[in-house]
């Protein structure tokens, strides 16, 4: 893999070449100086008031670098929708023109700039420029072209608007334009929003981070997916092992769905992959198990989690069920004993045992990893050694991660397991290849922020200058610290950036 930082084109570039679209351009030339126009425009929140593609907009003067808030008029007046929008500035020239970029939207990215010309004798051309690209662009492109079209006419019309209005009052300012009561509609349509848009992500949220699902991967072998960290249940005559039991509320649906399914069964053994919270905190749901874990382990949840494990202390590993460097569990199967035969003879039959090797990688996603791998059903569980189609989250605290180790660690398991079924850690089932891809983009993100880093870039402007859409990975949510952090692309960069800071 090229790791260079200009081996990813960046979604600037990639808008250049684009041949998803002709960008819709116009302008028209008004009697008013530059200088009053340019005044009068770099207050969003009077936009409306003589450009009707705009319902409304919040920021009171345009700022580089933050974020445009404002929602859009529909195309048609019969269309019942009013449609917000949120844009970063990314250029702002006095007097010259103003450039927004749309990525808030998956599989779109769109640039909108508004420019001004002096051409002398109190006369000034405005223009609007619009482009777009991505897969959701593509699929929409049907509604996105007029939207853009109706834009730019609505914006050039309004300033014929703003050259009318100056030519009779020879001033441009907030008082000069009409005023436009849309509060009692705004409000109703806002309340409607944030219902809407509430309970959108209500079942985006339960889909995709609560909700579980059970996946059979061999007889008495099931991967309990979502609600946490994975899960993988193991079950034998009269015991459970579960490795990985999650955190509330997960742990309380994974324990349901145990009962249900094996009721006549106990839990017995618990293995912890490492110490985060979304992979142990169920441990206390089984106070008569053996709970296994490096030895690492215990240290680190009082350390990093101790407010939380010194009111749950049943929950740690404690003394013989600690593992070093490598180990082996079974679950043991019932044996079969006094079985008649056709010819009266006594048979003692043991149902073959399900093995686990319990294998330290050394310091990789933290100071305490397990991995888990099943011979018989050739089946490896990775814990957050893989994070599959998601972004990784990064323990920068004590006992933290090392992503040279891990990239090292993966590439080493799946080279030597080429066939096996993986569970990781967080996201669905995996092959080695997956495995593999994982590592390849730690090593992508790590070499490029060192890249970055070396070369005197800021953090910030590592952050602009790496770019990791074309990995295709998910955010995902965690409460680390008891804060809510968001696994994603600038995360990413920014946590890398601040190991190297330092070292």
């Keep these: 893999m090229n790791n260079m930082m200009t081996s990813r084109p960046t979604q600037a570039s990639v808008l250049e070449f684009s041949q998803d679209m002709i960008p819709v351009h116009g302008y028209i030339d008004v009697k008013i100086p530059i200088e009053v126009m340019w005044e009068h425009f770099m207050h969003p929140n009077r936009w409306n008031r003589w450009n009707d593609c705009f319902f409304w907009a919040l920021n009171s003067k345009l ?8 929602c859009f008029q529909p195309i048609r007046s019969w269309f019942l929708y009013k449609m917000p929008a949120i844009a970063k500035i990314i250029e702002l020239q006095h007097e010259e023109k103003v450039t927004w970029e749309v990525t808030i939207l998956p599989g779109f990215y769109a640039r909108h700039t508004y420019y001004m010309e002096d051409l002398g004798d109190g006369t000034t051309r405005f223009g609007s420029w619009e482009k777009a690209t991505g897969w959701s662009f593509r699929l929409l492109k049907w509604f996105w072209i007029p939207h853009f079209i109706f834009v730019k006419n609505r914006s050039l019309a309004g300033a014929k608007v703003l050259e009318e209005v100056y030519s009779q009052k020879g001033v441009l300012h907030e008082e000069s334009l ?6 009692r509609l705004f409000l109703s349509l806002i309340l409607v929003l944030f219902l809407l848009i509430g309970g959108s992500l209500g079942t985006w949220f339960y889909s995709s981070y609560i909700h579980q699902t059970a996946i059979k991967l061999a007889p008495g072998i099931d991967a309990v997916i979502g609600g946490g960290g994975n899960s993988l249940v193991i079950a034998a005559d009269k015991e459970v092992t579960i490795i990985d039991p999650k955190f509330s509320p997960g742990a309380e649906s994974l324990r349901k769905w145990v009962k249900k399914k094996y009721p006549h069964k106990s839990v017995t053994q618990i293995i912890n992959t490492h110490y985060h919270y979304d992979h142990t905190q169920g441990n206390i749901l089984y106070p008569n198990a053996h709970i ?12 990093r989690d101790g407010e939380w494990w010194e009111k749950h202390e049943s929950g740690i590993p404690q003394g013989n069920y ?17 079985k008649k035969t056709e010819n ?3 048979e003692n039959k043991k149902i073959e045992n399900t093995q686990l090797i319990l294998t330290y990688p050394g310091i990789a996603h933290t100071h305490g990893d397990l991995w888990i ?4 059903e050739n089946i490896i569980a990775t814990g957050d050694l893989l994070f599959n189609q998601y972004y990784p989250f990064f323990d920068l605290g004590k006992g933290g991660i090392s992503i040279p180790n891990s990239i090292s660690a993966i590439r080493k398991i799946a080279q030597n397991y ?14 080695s290849q997956d495995f593999l891809k994982f590592a390849d983009y730690l090593d992508f993100l790590y070499n490029n922020v060192g ?12 952050v602009k200058s790496i770019d990791l859409s074309e990995w295709n990975l998910q955010i995902l949510p965690s409460f680390h610290n008891g804060k809510l952090t968001w696994a994603k692309a600038e995360n990413n960069i920014r946590w890398v950036y601040r190991m190297f800071s330092s070292i």
Aim: no cysteine; aromatic share 10%; net charge positive.
């Design 63 to 70: 700022q580089l670098g933050e974020q445009l808030i404002w």
């Design 178 to 183: 009409p005023r436009k009561n849309y509060w």
């Design 292 to 303: 296994y874990a490096h030895r690492n382990v215990p240290d680190l949840m009082r350390e």
């Design 322 to 338: 600690l593992v070093n460097r490598r180990d082996t569990l079974t679950v043991e199967d019932k044996k079969v004993e006094n």
């Design 344 to 346: 009266k003879k006594i």
């Design 373 to 376: 791998y099943l011979p018989k």
């Design 418 to 431: 080429p066939t096996a079924t993986y569970l990781p850690g967080h996201g669905a089932i995996a092959t």
């Design 451 to 462: 890249k970055a880093y070396k070369n005197g870039l800021s953090e910030d402007e590592a």
